[in-house]
């Protein structure tokens, strides 16, 4: 008789004991979360600041301006099928410049993330790639970080473009008949960037009042 009931007793023993080591645990990794949480979220606002720096000169503006974004819906011309954001740069109160989330989906590995800063006055400031797959020593050469060339990186190109004097036809690599320069053996990986980054300009432009005025944290309307 005992040792009928004694297999269900050890059973129900073992199931409190693992449920006790759940509740203890679960309370163990949510404590050690939510005081991991604030330096995650130091450490990756960081991370975004020294992005945005790369492409946009800390002295340029005096804003908060990981503060100061806005959010775009659903913008296919410029790669962001999900939408996204757009930083802007004042300095004592006046708009400088923006900076946008967007992406060339036309990559020879697939999409190619980007942040394009752009001046109120139409001047890129600069472009940086954030996420690719593109080949490695072959076509990733659009990541600075990956490009041989330090002195002269093949991104650093965009810096020194202006929306008003490079025609729209002309935002092509010089193969295709347009302004920019690429790799040889890599055309398709500058191709896409080059595309990109005109239509995220001229996007830029276009809606540049628009961002400027609506409220910090809010969404743009429809472009």
């Known amino acids: 008789m005992s040792m009928r009931y004694s297999a269900p007793r050890t059973a129900l023993r073992t199931a409190a004991i693992m449920v006790v080591f759940t509740l203890v645990f679960t309370a ?3 404590a050690t979360y939510g005081l991991t949480r604030p330096a995650i979220e130091t450490a ?16 340029s503006y005096d804003n908060a301006l ?31 410049a923006l900076v946008i ?19 109120v006055d139409g001047r890129l400031s600069g472009v940086r790639v954030t996420e690719h797959k593109e080949t490695p020593g072959l076509g990733d050469y659009i990541d600075p970080k990956k490009d041989r060339s330090k002195d002269m990186p093949w991104i650093g190109q965009f810096a020194v473009a202006t929306w008003k004097d490079v025609d ?13 320069g690429y790799r040889s053996g890599a055309t ?29 944290g809010s969404l743009l309307g429809a472009p």
């Open 66 to 96: 990981l503060d100061d974004f806005v959010r775009f819906g659903p913008t296919p011309a410029i790669g962001m099928d999900g939408g996204g954001r757009a930083w802007r740069a004042r300095k004592a109160g006046q708009p400088v």
């Open 168 to 180: 729209t036809a002309a935002w092509k690599v010089r193969k295709d008949g347009g302004s920019f």
């Open 101 to 119: 989330e967007a992406a060339a989906s036309d990559g020879y590995a697939g999409r190619i993330a980007l942040v394009v800063a752009v001046a």
């Open 28 to 30: 163990l990794m949510a």
């Open 44 to 59: 990756k606002q960081d991370a975004q600041l020294r992005l945005i720096n790369e492409v946009l000169p800390p002295d």
């Open 188 to 216: 398709i990986s500058a191709r896409a960037v080059v595309g990109a980054v005109g239509r995220s300009t001229a996007f830029a432009v276009e809606h540049l009042d628009a961002f400027f005025a609506a409220p910090a």
